[in-house]
Structure formats: structure tokens, C-alpha cells
């Protein structure tokens, strides 16, 4: 299928009046140069090696479309990465297109194709509301970084409304995957728990059942459990006055009402449905896990998911849903993730090809068969506003994680946000690590609760 005249015709648009940080920059050394074949051909940076494969098959049928061709290359750990691309800013060989963080003030946009003018409102309604959150310089940003003595002078000539990347993909915590092949031999039905009580039954039924475990995650860091999952537990059952009155500390965790989610949590620990070792895995370790079959759930993020595939699992018989809310919750309708930018996409100054280089940018954003191709391949939720057309080209799974995200906040947002509320206290630094010794049996819940409200109730008199 070849690209579609309407974004051929947008980007002769674009091209023709393209700004002079995109047209007449850099020489026969820029990018990853031509040759003597008069064949145009570009170089793609990345770090994340389980996006590689989306970029290559995107590359390949951008090539079959337009003749021009892109080299992808991945370069990992991630700070190997980041020595390079900081190290090729430098020395003027970045290549011609650079995958990074969707962050802004990232050190070296003097180096990088301004793109501000192209990020107009028309432009923007494109993506998800919150997709150019991480791209665009705010005001606040410009006055943060004029006392900030660690940030160089590159950030700190930055104004306010400059973009300098494009936003590639989104994501959020509150995910659950499920083997359903072990769903299945378990006896467990696949279909997603309606509740948080159905899924704790399905674990204990999966552990008792077969030689796996029923849930893992990266229990070994103590606030992943509730950051990830706990909080939009307690907060779709509480309500957002309550559970933001935790916070604040106007409500005690001991109230009987208050207790239950964590009371639920230890229920989840007493019903053997969590696997073995858990309380010592990372994040990496809880994903490996799941890979290698030993568990049915495994509590993640989006972006998970491309994790997975990346560690060798087939990810056809993995589903995802959004973590259910107990019985009697009183704010769990409407619940969804809000999708914050992960990654974005740049164009090196120094590139021969700057406006071949905007056109694959926007073949995998703005295109539906490049937004699938790149996002199939990539096992990542694009960053774009999509049709149905282009939702129903997407893997199962994907389809299923795009439509758990909302533009509209959830209640965990709104409990963040509450008046009163400023972030997460002192006290609950303790509280996370209370909540691993309810696995370990060292805790019960009326004891996490009790040291949670004494702690909380501590701070507030030496006026933390």
C-alpha cells in the first residue's frame, strides 16, 4: 500500500514552507550521507531494543513508498546510549534521526531541527492531549531552569512554546497482563476480572491448580505494588475525598473503611496466589518471570508489553486489562489510564535530509498504516489521536491498552491534585516498606495501618 496522497500533499506542503532550521542545514557530511549512488539514506538512532524491529519494518515500507532508505540502529544499556548521542552532539555525527525521551531540556537542542512552528493547535488535536506535555517549553520550565545551577546554557536559552521533538509514544501504569495459556490449564477464565476480589480468587486458583504462580511483579522495590496498583485501588474505592484526605492527613488508614484496600492486599498475600520470590524481584526480574511462563498475571505498565517480546516471550497469548477495582468501590466507573509521553522522536541540524527525515516522523504519527506498522512492531500505544480505522489495525492487545486510556483524569490524578494534597508525605516512605512485610508475614494490615497513621500523625507535629 503506498502512502497515502493526503500526507504526500501535506508534506509537499510542509516542505515548501519548510523554516530555515529545516531546509539548508548541514553538507555532504551531514547524516548518514548519500554516496555516489545519488541513493538517499538516512540513520536512525535508539536505545530500546524491543522498539527496533517496529522502526526497521516502518523503515522498510517508508523505502518501498519513497525510495529513500533508513538504517536503524539500537544501542544499549541505556546510558551507553546516552554517551553516544551525547557524545555525536559534540562532535557533529548525530544521525539523522534521533529516538529520546519525550523530556524537554534534554541538553543539546542546539543541535537539533527546531520544529516549534510546526506544533500548531490544528497540529497538536493529532495526538493525545497529553502527548506534547514532555515536548513543549513552559513558562515554569524557563524559570526553573534560569536558578538551576546544573543546567547548562543550552536549556537555559530555551523559550517558552519551543519543541524540538515529536511525541511517538504513550503509556501509564495500572496494567495487568494474563498468560492465558496458564489461565486456561489453571481452569481461570481469560475474560479480565470484573473485580479486584475475582482477580484475587483467580491467583489462589492458578497457584493451587498448576505449578504457577498466580501474580508477580517487581516486589522487591517496596513502592512499585502500590504506586502501580494499590493507590488506584484505594482510590476507586475510597473516592477522591477520602483517599486524598490520606495525603493530607484529615483521615487515619486504621478507620475501618479506610483499612479495606490494604486489608484486600493482604488477603491477595494470604491466599498463596502471589509467586515465590517476589518479594526479591526488580522490575526487570518480575517481567523475566512472566517471559519465562512462570506466572499467570504480571502487573506492569503499558510499555510493558514490547518488554516482553523483547525477552523472547510470544506475546499472541498474552491479554492486558486495567487493574479492577474492589466491590463497593464508589469511583470505579469511567476509571481509565491516563497516557503520559514516553519517547519522541528528533532530526539532527547536521542532516542532508531534513525534510525526508520530518516525512517518515510523520509517517509513523500521522499515517495509519505507518502508526500500525511502526506500533505492531514496536508493541508501543501511539502517541496520535486514532479513527477506528487505525485503532482496529493495531495487535488485540494494543487495541485493548489504547482503549483503557483516557484523556480525562482519573482518580488517582485527582487525588495527586486535591487541595491540600503535595505529593506523597514522608510517612509513606515507611509505609511502602511496611507493605512488603505484610508478604514477607511480619505485618498484618492493622499493623501497617497503625504505624501508618502514627507516623503520619508524627510528622505533622514537627511540621513536615
Given amino acids: 500500500m503506498k502512502l497515502k496522497k493526503r500526507l504526500f500533499a501535506s508534506v509537499l506542503a510542509g516542505v515548501m514552507l519548510m523554516t530555515a532550521g529545516l531546509t539548508g542545514c548541514g553538507g555532504s557530511d551531514g547524516g548518514s550521507g548519500g554516496g555516489d549512488s545519488g541513493k538517499k539514506e538516512m540513520e536512525l538512532w535508539t536505545w530500546k531494543i524491543a522498539m527496533t524491529p517496529g522502526f526497521e519494518?516502518?523503515?522498510e515500507k517508508f523505502e518501498e513508498d519513497t525510495g529513500v532508505s533508513i538504517k536503524v540502529q539500537a544501542f544499549s544499556p541505556d546510558e551507553t546510549y546516552k554517551q553516544k548521542v551525547t557524545a555525536a552532539a559534540n562532535s557533529g555525527d548525530l544521525p539523522d534521526l534521533i529516538h529520546w525521551w519525550a523530556s524537554r531540556g534534554i541538553g543539546f537542542e542546539n543541535v537539533l531541527v527546531n520544529l516549534t512552528d510546526k506544533?500548531?493547535?490544528?497540529?497538536?488535536?493529532?495526538?493525545?492531549?497529553?502527548?506534547?506535555n514532555g515536548s513543549i517549553v513552559t513558562e515554569n520550565d524557563v524559570k526553573n531552569w534560569a536558578n538551576d545551577p546544573e543546567k547548562s546554557d543550552v536549556v537555559k536559552s530555551l523559550n517558552v512554546g519551543d519543541c524540538y521533538h515529536i511525541p511517538l509514544d504513550v503509556g501509564g501504569f495500572f496494567t495487568i497482563f494474563a498468560n492465558t495459556d496458564i489461565l486456561e490449564e489453571a481452569g481461570v477464565s481469560t475474560e479480565a476480572p470484573k473485580t479486584y476480589e475475582e482477580f484475587i480468587e483467580n491467583c489462589k486458583q492458578v497457584a493451587e491448580n498448576t505449578d504457577y504462580g498466580g501474580f508477580v511483579f517487581g516486589g522487591g522495590l517496596p513502592d512499585v505494588y502500590y504506586n502501580w496498583m494499590g493507590r488506584a485501588i484505594e482510590?476507586?474505592?475510597?473516592?477522591?475525598?477520602?483517599?486524598?484526605?490520606?495525603?493530607n492527613r484529615t483521615e487515619k488508614m486504621s478507620d475501618p473503611e479506610n483499612i479495606k484496600p490494604l486489608k484486600m492486599f493482604e488477603e491477595l498475600v494470604k491466599s498463596?496466589?502471589?509467586l515465590d520470590g517476589t518479594i526479591s524481584k526488580t522490575i526487570d526480574d518480575g517481567d523475566q518471570s512472566f517471559a519465562a511462563g512462570e506466572a499467570a498475571y504480571l502487573l506492569g505498565g503499558t510499555f510493558t508489553y514490547g518488554q516482553l517480546s523483547a525477552m523472547g516471550m510470544d506475546v499472541s497469548k498474552v491479554t492486558s486489562f486495567i487493574v479492577p477495582a474492589m466491590e463497593g468501590s464508589v469511583a470505579a466507573e469511567g476509571?481509565?489510564?491516563?497516557?503520559d509521553p514516553l519517547t519522541a522522536m528528533a532530526i539532527s541540524k547536521d542532516s542532508e535530509y531534513q525534510d525526508e527525515a520530518y516525512q517518515f516522523i510523520q509517517y509513523i504519527t500521522e499515517d495509519p498504516e505507518g502508526i500500525s506498522t511502526f506500533a505492531n512492531g514496536a508493541y508501543v500505544v501511539p502517541a496520535a489521536k486514532l479513527t477506528d480505522e487505525t485503532l482496529g489495525m493495531l495487535d488485540p492487545?494494543?487495541?485493548?491498552?489504547?482503549?483503557?486510556?483516557?484523556?480525562?483524569p482519573n482518580v488517582c490524578w485527582q487525588v495527586?491534585?486535591?487541595?491540600?494534597?503535595i505529593g506523597r508525605k514522608a510517612e509513606w516512605?515507611?509505609?511502602?516498606?511496611d507493605m512488603q512485610k505484610i508478604i514477607t508475614g511480619e505485618l498484618t494490615a492493622e499493623e501497617v495501618a497503625a504505624n501508618f497513621d502514627k507516623n503520619a500523625e508524627a510528622q505533622a507535629a514537627s511540621g513536615n
Fill in 416 to 421: 495527586d491534585n486535591w487541595e491540600g494534597t
Fill in 429 to 433: 516512605t515507611e509505609f511502602y516498606n
Fill in 272 to 274: 498463596g496466589g502471589i
Fill in 397 to 408: 492487545a494494543l487495541q485493548d491498552m489504547y482503549s483503557a486510556m483516557s484523556d480525562e
Fill in 235 to 247: 482510590a476507586m474505592y475510597l473516592g477522591v475525598d477520602k483517599s486524598a484526605g490520606l495525603v
Fill in 57 to 59: 519494518a516502518a523503515a
Fill in 119 to 132: 506544533i500548531t493547535d490544528d497540529y497538536k488535536a493529532k495526538f493525545s492531549s497529553t502527548a506534547f
Fill in 335 to 339: 476509571f481509565a489510564v491516563n497516557p
